[in-house]
């Protein structure tokens, strides 16, 4: 599918990004197998043009998770435009020629700082499908990088009908073991702490984003019970400041 490069320990700085794109409205713009297919077709063929390289990836139903090494932002952004232009006319010549936009922002990005920060971002990426409660196990997914990962062998999917996908582990600098060891840092407490509240609350992930009285009640529990600071919790959610301020002053 795409190739994952080698990294050299030493070259960890602000080369390494995680891009993050989601469909307008949170609308489920990759809702079924051949929409993500043509996505990661896209990302394969114009990877070729452009001088970056894809370390991890996750396409789920309404956003997508891509982690890239590049030496030149200009190329990241020619890279997203590329492909996010692209889908978005074929999503809506598939919808029936809808009109409008497709994606919620052009993308957005985070520097990549340290080797720990690379590799919790790996994880978290991976994580992402059972989070969502669309798989039990991250290998179940097909639509993400994380087999590469965890076996380093060649594998055939039918993810392209008529092609056969290759994937070729070379990533030396993390060991299986820190791989599969989840670090018990602050975003996988929030992660769990997010996931209990909704078993608790018998509620669907997409409803505390539809619905502002979950909201409010999810972040009054990771404060109130689990101790979790505001700024965490808003970065997590994505939350900006002033509709955090403004739910802080209803929760409290």
């Not at 894809?54 to 890239?68: G, Q, T």
């Amino acid at each position: 599918m795409i190739k994952i490069p080698r990294i050299a320990r030493n070259c960890l700085d602000t080369s390494f990004f995680h891009v993050m794109v989601q469909g307008i409205n949170k609308e489920y713009i990759f809702k079924n197998n051949r929409y993500m297919k043509r996505y990661l077709q896209l990302m394969k063929e114009k990877l070729n043009r452009e001088e970056l390289e894809i370390i991890a990836y996750c396409i789920m139903n309404n956003h997508a998770h891509i982690l890239v090494k590049v030496e030149d932002i200009k190329e990241l952004s020619k890279y997203m435009q590329k492909i996010n232009t692209i889908y978005a006319q074929y999503y809506n010549y598939m919808e029936g020629n809808r009109v409008g936009y497709v994606f919620r922002d052009r993308y957005k990005s985070e520097p990549i700082l340290d080797r720990r920060q690379l590799i919790q971002c790996v994880k978290y990426i991976h994580r992402n499908p059972v989070k969502a409660n669309m798989v039990k196990n991250e290998k179940e997914y097909p639509y993400s990088s994380y087999h590469y990962y965890l076996t380093g062998e060649i594998e055939k999917t039918n993810i392209f009908e008529h092609e056969e996908i290759e994937y070729i582990c070379n990533m030396d600098f993390i060991d299986e073991e820190t791989f599969l060891d989840i670090d018990t840092n602050i975003e996988m407490k929030i992660d769990n702490s997010i996931s209990e509240f909704i078993k608790k609350e018998q509620i669907k992930v997409f409803e505390i984003f539809e619905k502002r009285d979950i909201l409010k009640k999810l972040i009054r529990y990771l404060k109130e019970v689990k101790k979790i600071k505001y700024t965490n919790i808003m970065k997590k959610l994505d939350i900006t400041k002033g509709t955090m301020e403004r739910l802080k002053n209803r929760v409290e």
